[in-house]
C-alpha cells in the first residue's frame, strides 16, 4: 500500500490549499482516512477523520469550520480542502489509513496502518 501525498504550498493567511492524498493498493472508501499535522519539535497532532461508510468526518476543534475533508471514489482521492488559513496552521500534512472505526481511536496516529509522506503547508502572515 502506498500514499501519495500532495498540494502544499505557501499562501497568506486567509487564503486556500487543498491538499490531495492518492493510494495504491487500498481503496480509500473501505478505510477510515486521518488527516494529522506536524511541526518541527511537536507530536504530530490530528486534524481530520472521514469514515468509510458515507461522508461522516470529525475535525479537531482548531479546524472546524475551515477544512473539509472528502474523497472521490471513483479516483481513490482524499482532499483535505483548508479555507481560511492561519500562519499556526502551517505544518506537514500526512494522510493515513486504517481500519479503526471509534472516534477515541480514529484521533491517534497509532490507528492507522499506512501514511503518505506528507506535503508541506506554509501560512506567511
Known amino acids: 500500500v502506498q500514499l501519495q501525498a500532495c498540494g502544499g504550498g505557501l499562501v497568506q493567511a486567509g487564503g486556500s490549499l487543498r491538499p490531495s492524498c492518492v493510494a495504491s493498493?487500498?481503496?480509500?472508501?473501505?478505510?477510515?482516512v486521518g488527516w494529522f499535522r506536524q511541526v518541527p519539535g511537536k507530536e504530530r497532532e490530528f486534524v481530520a477523520a472521514l469514515w468509510r461508510s458515507g461522508s461522516n468526518t470529525y475535525y479537531t476543534d482548531s479546524v472546524k469550520g475551515r477544512f473539509t475533508a472528502s474523497r472521490d471514489t471513483a479516483k481513490n482521492t482524499v482532499y483535505l480542502q483548508m479555507n481560511s488559513l492561519k500562519p499556526e496552521d502551517t505544518a506537514v500534512y500526512y494522510c493515513?489509513?486504517?481500519?479503526?472505526?471509534?472516534?477515541?481511536?480514529?484521533?491517534?496516529?497509532?490507528?492507522?496502518?499506512?501514511w503518505g509522506q506528507g506535503t508541506l503547508v506554509t501560512v506567511s502572515s
Open positions: 493498493g487500498r481503496t480509500f472508501s473501505r478505510t477510515t
Open positions: 493515513a489509513t486504517g481500519t479503526r472505526t471509534i472516534l477515541s481511536e480514529v484521533r491517534s496516529a497509532s490507528a492507522y496502518d499506512y
